[in-house]
């Protein structure tokens, strides 16, 4: 398989060239050249599969040649062997058409342990095939940053370091990342917001001599492979409900538009997904997009369910390449007025065929403690404050006799205090966390400088010199 930028400019890579390069030379994202296709004989057969058994079937296609498949079987094994549920992601039914799809039993308790721990297995794979070393370096307001340390921890041709803003994440988040044990992994909390943090390390990337010095690279939700990851349990869940004879529909807590863009990717590949729900907080700039062709950026403020608090979803530019009829020079155009502007919209006819399939929703901060507390009453479930939202919308906006898939994408013991006002109830941790709180932290503090990070970043990297 080769991988092409939405913006057309970058050469095309295999799948390890787009693991390691994360962003295109151009500013434009990866895709696939084609979507492998599954059949209706296909999809059979990967029914009643362990998870990582079918996760490895559904990736093959995607990393084509680069990694042999007993090797990528492996890894699915291991990637997923740590998860604390059987089923790696069970599915829970909520209402008649209702079904929650819990992403949550990796170790970090949110859905990107089920991309990260997958990413973590094949970056040491293709590393150690090359030869290299490389420095990953991320900003997190909370939840990426431990799935990317817990995802490369003790991993030998890998170091990390996560900038997080001192005193603004939740106890619970700080912790799971102060607290890991590897001697490749460095915590710098700064002193500053999470804006100061991700624009530090966008300095890093742009200090071209400091990037090679250092072999820097990122494991945001703009790389591929992330995205690739996240289709399995999809195709997982459809099979679950009774596909490819029936279809379903997803509805997902969005905020940098990769999670739900996987379960698009699905129904590319042959899985009968017949509609799409965008549910977001009060930063609703696709709900907005999709209710009136209107991507203006807004800014963001902050809400219950702070992984979705985002002022601009990166990876909608992969959706709008494929509604722009792969066009990658209208698409750069595209995104370039929106980059100056602060505002898009598309010809008609494009945003028609959008809208058709996906439908967006919202929730306020009130509503959202609200669904909590009826979703309680109405199943005995308790759903963490970004999952809430997407159930709720699967409720509202689900066609009618049509199973919906809604991604639970936290553990609700992540969001205690909102789970507290909402119910009355302390959500305990799970068994493998529940010391969190008396285990010992390892971090160091630096100013909101960028001389001073990246001597910290160098210092760490010649530690054992
Ligand atoms: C990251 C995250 C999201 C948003 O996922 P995207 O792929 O960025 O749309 C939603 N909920 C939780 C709990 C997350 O950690």
């Known amino acids: 398989m080769r991988y092409t930028s939405t913006r057309g400019q970058a050469e095309q890579k295999d799948f390890s060239g787009v693991l390691l390069a994360g962003l295109a030379a151009d500013g434009g994202l990866y895709m696939p050249l084609s979507w492998p296709q599954f059949s209706t004989a296909d999809l059979r057969a990967l029914r009643g599969l362990p998870y990582p058994e079918l996760a490895a079937r559904v990736l093959a296609p995607f990393v084509g040649e680069c990694v042999k498949f007993a090797d990528l079987q492996a890894m699915c094994r291991r990637a997923y062997a740590g998860f604390s549920h059987k089923a790696t992601t069970p599915l829970v039914q909520l209402d008649t058409n209702v079904y929650a799809l819990e992403l949550f039993h990796g170790p970090t308790l949110a859905f990107k342990d089920m991309a990260l721990q997958l990413v973590g297995h094949l970056f040491e794979h293709v590393l150690a095939e090359r030869g290299e070393k490389i420095r990953i370096v991320g900003a997190t307001s909370g939840d990426t940053g431990s799935a990317a340390i817990e995802a490369v921890a003790n991993r030998k041709n890998i170091d990390i370091t996560i900038l997080h803003p001192e005193g603004k994440t939740s106890e619970v988040q700080r912790r799971q990342m102060t607290t890991v044990k590897a001697d490749n992994v460095l915590n710098i909390a700064v002193d500053g917001n999470f804006d100061d943090c991700q624009d530090l390390v966008k300095a890093m990337f742009a200090d071209t001599e400091f990037r090679a010095e250092m072999n820097l690279s990122a494991v945001n939700s703009i790389n591929f ?110 995104m370039a007025d929106f980059r100056t502007s602060g505002k898009m919209s598309v010809a008609e006819p494009v945003w028609r065929a959008i809208t058709k399939d996906f439908t967006g929703f919202r929730r306020s901060d009130e509503e959202t403690l609200a669904e909590i507390a009826r979703l309680y009453r109405e199943s005995g479930y308790l759903a963490d404050p970004h999952s809430v939202i997407g159930i709720a919308a699967a409720r509202e906006l689900g066609p ?66």
Not at 228 to 238: F, L, N, R, S, T
Not at 322 to 329: H, I, Q, V, Y
Request: proline content about 7%; aromatic content about 8%; charged content about 20%.
């Open 225 to 334: 492979a992330r995205i690739a990851a996240q289709i399995p349990y999809y195709v997982y869940a459809a099979l679950n409900l009774g596909a490819p004879e029936r279809e379903v529909a997803v509805s997902v807590p969005t905020g940098n538009f990769g999670n739900i863009l996987a379960a698009w990717a699905a129904h590319k590949m042959g899985v009968p997904i017949k509609h799409f729900i965008v549910a977001s907080n009060r930063n609703d700039i696709l709900t907005r997009f999709l209710e009136a062709n209107d991507m203006s950026v807004h800014g963001v403020t902050p809400s219950l369910s702070p992984s979705m608090d985002i002022g601009i979803s990166s990876n909608f530019e992969r959706l709008l390449f494929e509604f722009l009829g792969r066009d990658a020079a209208l698409t750069a155009k595209t």
């Open 400 to 465: 009618v006799g049509v199973p919906v898939i809604a991604a639970a994408t936290a553990h609700p013991a992540k969001f205690p205090d909102a789970i507290e006002k909402a119910v009355g109830v302390r959500p305990p941790l799970p068994a493998h966390l529940a010391d969190l709180y008396q285990r010992n932290e390892k971090f160091i503090r630096a100013p909101n400088d960028l001389a001073a990070i990246e001597a910290c970043v160098r210092n760490f990297a010649n530690r054992n010199t």
